[in-house]
């Protein structure tokens, strides 16, 4: 019999099959197992791993195919002849770095920065309010597969097999143009779109190419860390807009903070994270401005595809200049980890945002992005995008209703839908103490510190609705007022 160690901890999402197939050829390729050595019976691993004993011989089967076993008949299965190496964990003397003082040698330390923190197993609680998680209910797994399969076609593979070093998928360019984009009132040229490995890839790109140490960059407060975190790597003087129900406030004093800055960062649609909407007249205000002070607009419609009636177009939409650059990205309706977003730009700039793109990884996984077009194209996406929105409304309105009722001592930031809520704690509760309290009761809460000021911590915290089941709402936000009560006996 095998001994159990050989078989590694199996990975979250990993199925059970591929999990003994993975741990069975480290266990070979590591001379663990011997060539010529007998394979035990598929039913007594079987029974030892506590799987099925088809999981076994298939897993079997797939290492005989690819020669890492050999099936001899009525005798059963033996390693195969293969090329072994040495154990892969370090030697006590390898060179490990430790020694260095790696604070003289790197020039920032992004790891010390302020992020948003989201813990691993967030699917381990009863209550998850995290944000921008994939709700595996609503991912049409069915779909995915038959366009993943399309995309393996050979005239498919030819295409995204190649290596293309400035290309992105055409297909997925031009659905983009059709059919996502007019939807929030853009209409743009294929030379006018590039796809990203997600929203936050293009906003990276677009400070490294318009920014020099030293340039002003506004933006929100509260607002996306890491924005703030990547215009800080690229040492911008950035200048913090303060926000109010009607998004960034633009009146005599903040209109000043403008003067000399080369960016303004905006989340018009759903600010982020208070999910406020930028009224219109200081849409129409920020375009003039840009035109006066010769400033770009980036305008991060994080929250684009799950819109609702009420939620207004673009900003983009009504920029007569071309001054407003447009990131979008399909994470929201797909998954975070499939890593598809895309910059809406004039021409002269998506060019140098090609060529820089080049210069980090030439283009966007191709493989993804014939998969993703080819379910824009097959009319999957929009039906994905409608459930969305619908199961989105229903929550947003769920939590909202719970919130007033069973929270009326927390400030509730006024919005118009989208996937989260964001809270103001009462003068007597700090929010870690709150998080800490409801963690407890199976509640996962998301702290607001990231996205405010230092001496605004503890007082904000956010509610991310994308991944908890509707009918779970109202019990977990009954236990947060539960964890209130407890933070104030205690």
């Known amino acids: 019999m095998l001994d159990n160690t050989l078989f590694h901890p199996r990975s979250p999402g990993t199925p059970l099959q591929a999990w003994i197939r993975q741990s069975l050829v480290n266990a070979i390729v590591d001379g663990k197992l011997h060539h010529g050595q007998r394979m035990p019976a598929t039913r007594h691993l079987a029974k030892s791993l506590g799987v099925g004993r088809n999981t076994v011989t298939a897993a079997y089967e797939e290492l005989v195919s690819q020669g890492f076993l050999e099936s001899r008949e009525r005798m059963g299965f033996f390693v195969g002849a293969v090329d072994q190496a040495r154990g892969v964990e370090a030697e006590p003397n390898a060179a490990s770095g430790q020694g260095i003082a790696w604070r003289k040698h790197l020039k920032f330390m ?49 295409w995204w097999a190649s290596d293309r070093a400035l290309d992105d998928d055409p297909l997925l360019v031009e659905q983009l143009c059709r059919h996502v984009l007019p939807q929030r009132g853009i209409y743009a040229r294929r030379d006018e779109v590039m796809v990203t490995l997600g929203s936050q890839h293009g906003i990276y790109l677009l400070a490294r190419l318009l ?14 860390p890491d924005a703030q975190n990547i215009f800080a790597a690229h040492r911008a003087d950035v200048r913090h807009m303060p ?12 209109e000043a903070m403008l003067k000399g800055a080369g960016l303004v960062f905006v989340t018009p649609a759903h600010h982020c994270p208070t999910m406020v909407t930028l009224s219109d007249d200081r849409r129409a205000r920020l375009l003039d401005l840009a035109d006066r ?19 207004p177009p673009a900003l983009k939409s009504i920029d007569q200049a071309g001054r407003v650059v447009y990131i979008g990205t399909m994470s929201k309706v797909l998954a975070p980890g499939v890593r598809i977003g895309y910059v809406v730009a004039p021409a002269p700039l998506v060019a140098e945002l090609r060529a820089l793109r080049r210069l980090m990884h030439r283009s966007a996984p191709l493989n993804n992005q014939r998969t993703a077009a080819i379910l824009l194209a097959n009319g999957h996406y929009e039906g994905m995008v409608r459930g969305l929105r619908e199961a989105l409304s ?5 939590a909202v ?22 809270l103001e704690c009462p003068a007597d509760i700090h929010a870690d103490d709150l998080i800490e309290a409801a963690g407890k009761r199976g509640v996962l809460v998301e702290r607001g510190d990231p996205f405010v000021a230092p001496d605004l911590a503890g007082r904000f915290f956010r509610l991310g609705l994308s991944a908890i089941d509707v009918h779970l709402i109202a019990p977990g936000i009954a236990e947060i007022a539960a964890a209130a009560r407890d933070v104030r006996r205690h």
């Open 110 to 158: 992004p790891s010390e920065m302020r992020h948003i923190e989201k813990p691993w197993d967030w699917q381990q609680y009863r209550y998850p309010f995290v944000y921008g998680q994939v709700d595996r209910n609503l991912f049409p797994i069915d779909q995915w597969r038959a366009c993943s399969r399309d995309a393996l076609g050979r005239s498919a593979i030819d």
């Open 211 to 224: 920014l020099h140490p030293g340039d002003g960059v506004a933006v929100e407060d509260p607002g996306y």
């Open 243 to 254: 926000v109010d129900d009607d998004g960034m406030i633009l009146n005599e004093q903040t």
């Open 293 to 311: 002070d010769d400033f770009l607009i980036l305008e991060d419609d994080y929250e684009g595809e799950i819109r609702n009636d009420k939620t």
């Open 394 to 398: 229903q929550r947003w309105q769920e």
């Open 401 to 422: 209703a719970a919130a007033r009722r069973d929270l009326p001592d927390f400030r509730l930031s006024p919005s118009i839908g989208g996937s989260s809520l964001w």
